[in-house]
């Protein structure tokens, strides 16, 4: 089992940044990849960002290149969303997940399917 806790939500005005964290425990040699996700009200789950986690690849959805940037602290288990000029838009709760297969050219499909392990999320809100 992989449990992941994310931290670093709240609330901030359009432009600003904020640093999301997940830190991951348990049977973390399990998971090739880690992501972020978020889902607002009203709106189905979408992929913000993910990478292997055992190297160095990473995909982003396009709402969100250019602004966002994953990373990982492999000594720490944690993996980041670091979050510039944010816009209203990206108003969501946001989960980190993880996923144990190979997820090979459907990285950048963000298929919440393919992650097994999920946190119980951050809730992200950016005022206009």
């Known amino acids: 089992q992989v449990q992941l806790v994310e931290s670093g939500g709240g609330s901030v005005q359009a432009g600003g940044s904020l640093r999301l964290s997940c830190a991951a425990s348990?049977?973390?040699?399990?998971?090739?990849?880690i992501g972020w996700f978020r889902q607002a009200p009203g709106k189905e789950r979408e992929g913000v960002a993910t990478l292997y986690h055992w190297g160095d690849s990473t995909a982003y959805a396009d709402s969100v290149k250019g602004r966002f940037t994953i990373s990982q602290d492999n000594a720490k288990n944690t993996v980041y969303l670091q979050m510039n000029s944010l816009k209203p838009e990206d108003t969501a709760m946001y989960y980190c997940?993880?996923?144990?297969?190979?997820?090979?050219?459907?990285?950048?499909?963000?298929?919440?399917?393919?992650?097994?392990?999920w946190g119980q999320g951050t809730q992200v809100t950016v005022s206009s």
């Open positions: 997940a993880a996923a144990e297969k190979w997820l090979g050219s459907r990285l950048a499909q963000f298929n919440s399917d393919d992650y097994k392990y």
């Open positions: 348990g049977d973390t040699y399990r998971t090739h990849f």
